[in-house]
């Protein structure tokens, strides 16, 4: 590129400056729409240099055939910079309404491309709607139907349908909807916010708006008579144990669907969320029912009908009716073949009720009002009514009980009367009152607990029975080996939480009280258990009495008399031992003669088992044991007498 230029200076010093820029070159367009509106034939459409300075070429098309252009191509030039081109409408055959078409402008030199919107439009005239008439949706809610045929070459503002009970409704003076702006060749639907009382006579139309103002649908007629539903019944048919939903008197047949909802709850039943009955379409008659087998008793149905015809569905008014439960009947009834640890108790079911009986039996207890909480038998299920015989075990020696039958469901106890009776009396012991344990021996001879509180007493496998050498009134005595032999009582313990009571027992050594040894005569296995026991401390024989978990142990220096310790005194004659306290004091007594008393408390800790003939010293585990044969072990939970003890050794027990 060569560049010339002339500077003229009037004389004076003067500078100068030059600055060249390179440009590219570029077209612009005047405008990016085109409006002809409803009238206008004829706009111009200007083509300029933007920058640059060479030809730039172009051309402009259109797809449109109610459009022509002056001229579809032109060049940009320094001699002739702009373009004006005519786009000219043929209005005679556009189409009515509104349309929407573009010109394109393209500079290929300069990789230009412009499209420019062109609108034009009839002339608007009013909307055209129809009517199409009514119909239920899916949830059998009734709707008016109507169709957008044309929005007149205009738009469509507002639509919808307007309705009432004069012909010919308007929006002025009727029900109406507003849906709002809508496009031509669609469908839509009105949901009237209130339906009419049965037989009004609606007239319905659809309508829509736009420029040229509202435009009204052809009429239809709608009579309303939706399903009537006067008398709702609920009942129960005690016979065949059925509760019966019935409509019976429904009115609007046919019906496309009917039936029942119901709930237990109480509320109003609602059908989309409580138990529905569906009988499905009805062409004849005027009830319906529906039965219901084997109800839950003890809640309140609550119920409505319901049925569905062309104008919609209906639901009849609320019913209710309360399903009591039918309680079973049971009777109590004899005690028989009564023992002195046992009883066969008698009882009879009236009435089976109108609930699963999952359990029945009888329960027993020294209370007068025994529940189930007592001792009890389980039967199990009953299915039919008769009588029916318990036999109560574990019971106690001379006691009396009271007792009762009893039914369980899933509702609750239902109890017969309350009944008593008296387990037998041996009259051959002595001094039973306040008894908690006695251990002696039956005729086989085997060790057993009279009072019925132990009937799982533990007879070891190194115990034996002696016949020939015992004290006079029992079978036979207990001989433990000194090595394993012991009887236990794992779940009861005559001494457990007492602070008063008497030990009285019959003890004979096979030999010779030896000092190394130790003589537990009663013991435990729990941690810290209860135990007595004989010992030689180097110098004198000593009793010691450990109280149990949580108590003292007491260690009592045996006494002597006439020099005479008791190590001789009992040598291996039978002799009866008695230990009595009575919370401040103990007093000893051999063979019915108390031998001293000393002040100390005994209070004896909480367990459960109890061990003769063995303890576990220092520990859980048997380990010390006795060598010795006993008798006629006594357990009471007071202060037996000096008289009473002297009956004891009288009859020797």
């Known amino acids: 590129h060569t560049f010339n230029t002339r500077l003229l200076s009037n004389g004076g010093e003067a500078d100068y400056t030059f600055s060249l820029s390179r ?5 612009q367009v005047s405008a990016n729409a085109l409006d002809f509106g409803t009238g206008a034939t004829e706009r111009t459409l200007t083509v300029s240099r933007l920058s640059g300075v ?13 459009l022509t252009l002056s001229h579809t191509q032109g060049t940009v030039t320094k001699e002739k910079p702009s373009h004006q081109i005519r786009v000219s409408l043929d209005r005679e055959n556009i189409p009515a309404g509104a349309t929407e078409s573009a010109l394109r402008v393209v500079a290929q030199e300069t990789a230009q491309e412009f499209s420019v919107r062109v609108n034009y439009a009839t002339a608007a005239v009013p909307a055209e709607v129809t009517t199409d008439g009514f119909e239920l949706d899916d949830s059998w809610r009734l709707r008016f139907r109507g169709t957008l045929v044309s929005n007149g070459g205009g738009s469509v503002v507002e639509h919808g349908h307007c309705w009432g009970t004069t012909p010919e409704p308007v929006l002025e003076n009727n029900e109406f909807s507003a849906l709002g702006p809508f496009e031509e060749g669609r469908s839509y639907v ?8 049965p037989g009004t006579r ?19 007629v709608l009579d309303y008579a939706p399903p009537a539903l006067n008398d709702p019944v609920v009942s129960f048919d005690n016979f065949l144990a059925t509760l019966r939903f019935r409509e019976n008197n429904a009115l609007g047949i046919p019906f496309t669907e009917h039936g029942f909802v119901w709930n237990t709850t109480g509320t109003v039943p609602l059908f989309d969320s409580d138990n529905v009955v569906r009988l499905g379409n009805k062409g004849s008659g005027t009830s319906f029912f529906h039965n219901m087998a084997n109800p839950s008793r003890g809640n309140r149905y609550t119920m409505r009908s319901f049925a569905v015809n062309e104008y919609g569905r209906s639901f009849s008014d609320t019913v209710s009716l309360f399903l009591a439960v039918q309680p079973p009947v049971v009777e109590t009834s004899d005690a028989g073949s009564i023992s002195y640890y046992g009883a066969q108790l008698q009882g009879t079911i009236g009435t089976l009720g109108s609930e699963k009986i999952i359990d029945h039996g009888h329960c027993w207890g020294v209370s007068s009002s025994p529940g189930i909480d007592d001792p009890r038998t389980r039967l199990g299920e009953a299915l039919n009514t008769g009588s029916f015989t318990s036999v109560a075990t574990g019971l106690l020696i001379n006691t009396t009980y009271y007792y009762r039958a009893y039914i369980q469901t899933a509702s609750g106890v239902y109890y017969g009367s309350v009944r008593e009776f008296t387990t037998l009396k041996d009259n051959s012991v002595a001094v039973q009152e306040g008894l908690q344990m006695y251990i002696t021996t039956d005729n086989t001879p085997k060790a057993y607990e009279w009072t019925g509180r132990v009937p799982d007493l533990t007879v070891s496998s190194g115990v034996t029975y002696n016949t020939g050498n015992k004290p006079a009134g029992t079978h036979a005595s207990v001989s433990f080996n000194g090595t394993s032999a012991y009887l236990l009582s794992r779940n009861f313990n005559p001494l457990s939480g007492s602070d008063n009571g008497t030990i009285n027992f019959w003890l004979r050594f096979r030999d010779r009280l030896n000092k190394s040894l130790v003589y537990p005569f009663f013991g435990s296995v729990s941690e810290g258990g209860f135990y007595v026991e004989i010992r030689h401390n180097g110098t004198d024989w000593v009793l010691t009495l450990c109280m149990g978990p949580g108590q003292q142990t007491y260690v009592v220096t045996l006494p002597s008399l006439g020099g005479i310790d008791i190590s001789s005194m009992l040598g291996t004659s039978w002799h009866m031992m008695s230990i009595v306290s009575n919370g401040i004091s103990m007093t000893v007594y051999l063979d019915g003669t ?10 004896f800790g909480e367990q459960d088992d109890f061990v003769i003939g063995a303890n576990a010293l220092n520990g ?4 010390t044991f ?8 006594r357990f009471y939970n007071r202060v037996v007498t000096a008289s009473e003890i002297a009956r004891i050794y009288e009859a020797g027990q």
Request: aromatic residues 12%; hydrophobic residues 35%; charged residues 15%.
């Open 54 to 66: 060479h030809d730039i070429a172009f051309t402009v098309t259109c797809d449109d055939p109610n």
């Open 202 to 220: 609606w007239y319905y139309r659809a309508y829509a708006t736009n420029e040229m103002g509202t435009s009204y649908g052809n009429t239809l």
């Open 23 to 27: 440009t590219r070159d570029l077209i």
């Open 620 to 623: 859980t585990t048997l380990n």
């Open 190 to 197: 009105t949901y009237p916010d209130q339906l009419p009382q």
């Open 594 to 603: 108390a031998l001293y008393t000393e002040s100390l408390q005994m209070s």
């Open 626 to 633: 006795l060598p010795a044969d006993m008798a006629c072990l």
